[in-house]
């Protein structure tokens, strides 16, 4: 299984950006599924979370700018961000919790997304 990062970029302060990240590569099933990002200097920190039914929690820092969402049929989460801010620059990098037949569940991360906010 494979996760694919992408949508990341430049963007003024105040703009939006959507990162998707989706799995493919044989059969599985996808449990949870996570943004994390770091910034430089920083320790890697968890953005959002979303669970296999859909519950969704965003951490307080960007809580109420950024939303988590998945697509089940396309194996696809997202993470919406608005009201972008020069804090926000880091590296973006999804997780996910996936079960397949030959492997069990297992930790995935996809490669990171660069998202630089700045004027």
């Known amino acids: 299984v494979q996760l694919q990062a992408s949508g990341g970029g430049l963007v003024r302060p105040g703009g939006s950006l959507r990162l998707s990240c989706v799995a493919s590569?044989?059969?599985?099933?996808?449990?949870?599924m996570s943004w994390y990002r770091r910034a430089p200097g920083n320790e890697r920190e968890l953005v959002a979370h979303?669970?296999?039914?859909?519950?969704?929690m965003e951490v307080d820092s960007v809580k109420g700018r950024f939303t988590i969402s998945r697509e089940n049929a396309r194996n696809t989460v997202y993470l919406q961000m608005n009201s972008l801010k020069p804090e926000d620059t880091a590296i973006y990098s999804c997780?996910?919790?996936?079960?397949?037949?030959?492997?069990?569940?297992?930790?995935?991360w996809g490669q990171g997304t660069q998202v630089t906010v700045s004027s």
């Open positions: 979303i669970t296999s039914r859909g519950d969704t």
């Open positions: 590569g044989g059969n599985f099933v996808i449990n949870s």
């Open positions: 997780n996910a919790n996936i079960w397949s037949p030959t492997k069990g569940s297992v930790e995935y």
